[in-house]
C-alpha cells in the first residue's frame, strides 16, 4: 500500500519535495520526527535573521505549506499521510519564535514539539480529527508549535538552566 501512495507523488515535483521534508518524510519510520529534524539546520541557518524577519519566514512556511500540505494529499489521494511533513517544519518554526536558537534550546524545543505533536492534547487532537485539507494538515502541527513555544518561555523565565545545558 505505502508504494501505491509514493508512485503518487514525484521528488522533482517541488511542491512534493517541500510537502516531504526535502524527502525526509520518506523514511519509512518516524516520518513526523525526521522531518522535524529536518528543520533543525533551516532555523539553524535563521538563528542570525531579525526576529521579524523569523516571523515572516515562520508566516510564509505556515500559509505556503496549507497549499505544499494540501496539494500533496490530494495528489497522493490521502488526507494527511505520514510522509508529509511540511507541517512539522513550520511547527518547529513557531516553536522557536522569539526564542534563543542555542544547541540546548534546540534540543529541548525539539523534544517538547513532538510530544505535543504526538500526544495532541486538547485541542490540537479535536483539530486533528476534524479539520480536513491543507488547513487541516497544518494546523495541529502549528498549535503543536506554540504549545512548545509558550513551555519554552516558560522555562527562559522559571527554569532559565534547563536551556543552558550546553
Keep these: 500500500m505505502q508504494a501505491e501512495f509514493r508512485a503518487r507523488v514525484s521528488m522533482k515535483n517541488p511542491v512534493h519535495f517541500l510537502a516531504l521534508g526535502f524527502g525526509s518524510g520518506l523514511i519509512p519510520f518516524m516520518p513526523g520526527t525526521f522531518g522535524s529534524l529536518a528543520a533543525l539546520p533551516l532555523l539553524i541557518a535563521c538563528s542570525q535573521v531579525s526576529i521579524v524577519s523569523f516571523i515572516a519566514l515562520?508566516?510564509?512556511?505556515?500559509?505556503?505549506?496549507?497549499?505544499?500540505?494540501?496539494?500533496?494529499?490530494?495528489?497522493?489521494?490521502?488526507?494527511?499521510?505520514?510522509?508529509?511533513?511540511?507541517?512539522?517544519?513550520?511547527?518547529?518554526?513557531?516553536?522557536?519564535?522569539?526564542?534563543?536558537?542555542?544547541?540546548?534550546?534546540?534540543?529541548?524545543?525539539?523534544?517538547?514539539?513532538?510530544?505535543?505533536?504526538?500526544?495532541?492534547?486538547?485541542?490540537?487532537?479535536?483539530?486533528?480529527?476534524r479539520l480536513h485539507g491543507g488547513t487541516g494538515i497544518m494546523l495541529d502541527d502549528l498549535l503543536a508549535g506554540a504549545m512548545a513555544c509558550g513551555c519554552l518561555h516558560l522555562l527562559m523565565v522559571f527554569w532559565p538552566a534547563a536551556l543552558a545545558l550546553f
Design 58 to 129: 515562520t508566516l510564509i512556511f505556515s500559509v505556503v505549506g496549507i497549499y505544499l500540505c494540501g496539494k500533496t494529499a490530494d495528489d497522493m489521494q490521502v488526507h494527511d499521510h505520514g510522509s508529509i511533513v511540511w507541517d512539522e517544519i513550520a511547527g518547529m518554526f513557531v516553536t522557536f519564535l522569539f526564542v534563543p536558537i542555542t544547541a540546548s534550546s534546540l534540543l529541548v524545543g525539539f523534544i517538547l514539539f513532538r510530544l505535543f505533536d504526538i500526544l495532541k492534547p486538547w485541542p490540537i487532537g479535536v483539530i486533528d480529527k
